[in-house]
């Protein structure tokens, strides 16, 4: 059960972590495309937005490759955890003001046309799955391939390798 448990891990990690890799990826060549879209949720002064609309990509890249890679995997975890709780309140805070926003997670931002749906329950609902993925990833061992674990540095979360017959499942901190 607990080698099973491992690869959920690893595919939650993946998930997560090429998710926001490729938000990152997408944004980082347009930073005043990004810029705009955290400006458009009308949330932070503007100098502030472009602050985080330049940061966001670069953090999304980093955190994205150490979750895949599964180093520093539980702090890495937690920053893209807490991207999504900030996501899921952006997200809902332009929802409940009536913004008509495209939330430029992957690319673009800035406001929609009143014929196009914002498609913000199925943001959410995508967000809510990532922070799903975050949480597992915090409260599970780093998962298979991890370098966190070649490298000792998942202390007690480690389940042990493939071949760890006799692990009891007691991979709790």
Do not use: N
């Amino acid at each position: 059960m607990v080698k099973a448990l491992s690869w959920v891990t690893t595919l939650a990690r993946l998930v997560l972590g090429i998710s926001l890799f490729v938000a990152g990826a997408i944004k980082i060549g347009a930073p005043a495309v990004s810029v705009q879209a955290v400006k458009a949720y009308q949330l932070l002064p503007d100098a502030m937005a472009t602050v985080v609309g330049h940061g966001l990509p670069i953090a999304e890249i980093i955190v994205g490759i150490l979750l895949v890679l599964g180093l520093l995997t539980r702090p890495s975890a937690i920053v893209g955890g807490v991207l999504m709780v900030a996501f899921i309140i952006g997200i809902s805070s332009a929802w409940a003001r009536g913004l008509r926003i495209d939330c430029g997670c992957f690319g673009g931002g800035g406001t929609v046309g009143a014929d196009q749906d914002p498609g913000y329950i199925w943001e959410l609902l995508r967000d809510a799955g990532y922070l799903i993925c975050a949480a597992w990833i915090i409260y599970r061992p780093p998962g298979r391939f991890a370098m966190d674990s070649a490298l000792g540095l998942s202390g007690s979360r480690d389940p042990g390798t493939a071949d760890d017959d006799d692990d009891d499942g007691s991979d709790m901190d």
